[in-house]
């Protein structure tokens, strides 16, 4: 498998050097920008695998670039670890809902970003996987999506288009949250005309339908949706 890259944008050298050191160890290629502007273009110019992206940076903030590289088709996939000393309630649903895949607060144990790195790494590297399988299967429910077809405990389930596009995009990504801006773009697309506040009333439906299975739909407060692991 080729070696994955990570950057990081990170205005302390020392916490460069640090992370570096550690995810060359563990195989990863690194690179890093000490500048928000200056990363926000290194990023653009070579999308890494995943992105460790401090806040609190000169010329431009942590959540204006990661506002910017999910609004870009060209590096809306890339996965985002914010990285900060900024840990209030208010700055991590902030991070998540501008499409941030996990929030880790300094001081950090370099053990623990490790292990949150590769768990969000191993996480896209599945939902690729299923994305060539072109069937994903989670907690009894089965979706294929070449037959467009749903099997909760073994039996076929009629899901609308616009709910079966929902149901895939949490499914194949479990624990990841998605606000419900991320689901319009991801699931549901320019082709369907879907407000913010509807997305919700869908989530109602593919739980009603889920039946005992709804619960693997879980509402993450003031954030959006995610999949249960």
Known sequence: MPTEHIHIIEDQADIINLVKFNLEAEGFSVTSSRDGAEGLDAVRRAPPDLLILDLGLPSLDGFHICQQLKQDEATRQVPILILTVRGGEPDIVQGL???????????????????????????????????????????????????????VDGEPVVFTPTEFRLLQTLAALPGRVFTRENLIDTAVGDDVCVMDHNIDVHIGNIRKKLGERRELIETVWGVGYRFRE
């Open 97 to 151: 809902r501008l499409g941030a895949d996990d929030y880790v607060t300094k001081p950090f144990r370099i053990g623990e970003l490790i292990a949150r790195v590769k768990a969000v790494r191993r996480r896209y590297r599945e939902t690729a996987a299923r994305a060539e399988q072109r069937v994903i299967e989670a907690a009894g429910v089965r979706i294929d999506l070449d037959r467009f077809e749903v099997l």
